[in-house]
């Protein structure tokens, strides 16, 4: 079993994703700036802040895995990249780094576009996607001892559509993940089993990738 952090695990993406972890026997740590008055059972919560990324890494040691799902929104817009950039640099050698980006990353075919590029993106939206664009740019740029992946969620993913479990998901590289009628979602269950699916199995080494259904 696999020693697991989730930075903003008290989020949609962080919270489904500690719960996942956790279910299936991991040790799992659930940091956020404030901890949730619903717990899941065996988990570890602490207060802490992305913001403060050196002292976060030091309580971090030990751990296999970090995954960051805060989002560069609210009164985070415009320090998660420089956070996540910071953790990067602190965390200890061999300790895995995901992040959870969004949809506006992901091409919408072979070769491009991103979809935050295609021309029916949320303007009130972009500032947020392209924040987390840039964090996968420092990633790519970053020296290849460290291991990491990125991952982009479905278009319809977040508490405003939760879904349900089906125990299921597809990648999709780059591209965003779409059904047979031309939707993207995926539920906060699926997503996370695909997080957890990377974690316990590594298919990504040092790339992004997208999940849906």
Do not use: C
């Not at 990249?81 to 990353?105: C, D, F, K, N, S």
């Not at 996968?136 to 990491?148: I, M, N, P, T, V």
């Amino acid at each position: 079993m696999a020693r697991i952090a989730v930075i903003g695990g008290a989020g949609y993406a962080g919270g489904h994703i500690v719960k996942e972890a956790a279910e299936r026997g991991h040790t799992v740590v659930s940091v956020a700036r404030k901890v949730p008055s619903t717990r899941v059972p065996g988990v570890t919560y602490l207060e802490g802040s992305l913001l403060d990324a050196t002292s976060l890494a030091a309580e971090l040691v030990g751990v296999d895995a970090v995954v960051v799902t805060v989002a560069p929104r609210g009164d985070m817009e415009g320090r998660v990249r420089g956070g996540i950039a910071q953790l990067a640099e602190a965390l200890p050698e061999g300790t895995r780094l995901g992040v959870i980006g969004g949809a506006g990353g992901s091409l919408v075919a072979e070769g491009g576009p991103r979809l935050v590029d295609a021309g029916s993106f949320p303007d009130e939206f972009k500032p947020e996607a392209l924040e987390m664009i840039g964090v996968l740019d420092d990633l790519k740029a970053s020296d290849e001892g460290l291991d990491w992946f990125f991952v982009h969620p479905a278009a319809g993913f977040g508490g405003f559509a939760p879904g349900e479990r089906t125990g299921s998901y597809r990648t999709g590289g780059e591209v965003l993940v779409t059904g047979e009628d031309g939707q993207s979602y995926i539920s906060g269950d699926d997503f996370a089993i695909a997080v957890v699916d990377e974690i316990e199995n590594p298919r990504h080494r040092r790339t992004n990738f997208t999940v849906g259904y």
